[in-house]
């Protein structure tokens, strides 16, 4: 069974560019989270998405982002008009279940932003 | 909001060593999982622990949570050079996301 899936593994765009970051779940998964990480900082909560459906986006910056898990197709975490502090670790995690099952992880996009 | 202390930072031991990292949360822990991150990969998932006192074992390496559920350890007997890595906590918290602490690093010496 394939696990989490992103791409592009490595993506560098320059200032003011859009990035778009790809995550296809574990087969059977509807539950989709992103998680930021930044040089010499821990992970942090993004936003948690079902199919269609963002559920929770508290971890969101208020602009420039988004996210969407569509019905069909991967989930897509969009960054317009990038800045060099959006440069991170970017890691999508699926689970099959709401509550106590853990997260499996894909192996990330490292954006860098010229 | 939850938050998840890690101890220590950083820890360097020398193969064969045993080694103890802890993780203490400021709220009651309802799940608590350990995940472990090798440079430039993603999390792969060690244990999870939800019920106070509960004790789980893999291979070499056994986490704990207390009976307060409020603090965790994780602990590696007679270390290699393969369990070197980041090891992170993660807390269940409102709305069924994960919090996570700021991470370990271990280094193993061989």
């Known amino acids: 069974n394939a696990g989490v899936m992103q791409n592009p593994r490595h993506l560098v765009r320059r200032r003011g560019q859009e990035a778009r970051l790809r995550c296809s779940p574990v087969?059977?998964?509807?539950?989709v989270y992103w998680y930021r990480q930044l040089p010499e900082e821990g992970l942090k909560f993004m936003v948690y998405?079902?199919?269609?459906?963002?559920?929770?986006e508290s971890g969101m910056p208020k602009e420039r982002f988004s996210a969407e898990f569509p019905k069909e197709g991967p989930s897509i975490l969009r960054i317009q008009q990038v800045v060099r502090g959006d440069s991170a670790a970017y890691f999508c995690?699926?689970?099959?279940?709401?509550?106590?099952?853990?997260?499996?992880f894909g192996n990330g996009t490292r954006l860098t932003v010229t | 909001s939850q938050e998840l202390e890690q101890s220590p930072q950083s820890l360097i031991v020398q193969e064969g060593k045993n080694l103890t990292i802890n993780c203490t949360s400021s709220k009651t822990l309802y799940g608590l999982y350990w995940y472990k991150q090798k440079y430039g990969e993603g999390l792969i998932f060690l244990m999870m622990l939800q019920k106070g006192g509960e004790e789980k074992s893999h291979e070499k390496i056994t986490a704990k949570l207390d009976e307060k559920k409020q603090q965790s350890s994780l602990h590696i007997t007679a270390s290699q050079p393969s369990h070197a890595g980041i090891y992170l906590c993660g807390a269940e918290t409102s709305g069924s996301r994960l919090t996570f602490g700021e991470g370990t690093q271990l280094t193993v010496n061989p």
């Open positions: 995690a699926s689970s099959r279940d709401r509550s106590y099952s853990p997260l499996h």
């Open positions: 998405l079902q199919k269609e459906n963002i559920i929770d």
């Open positions: 087969k059977g998964h509807s539950h």
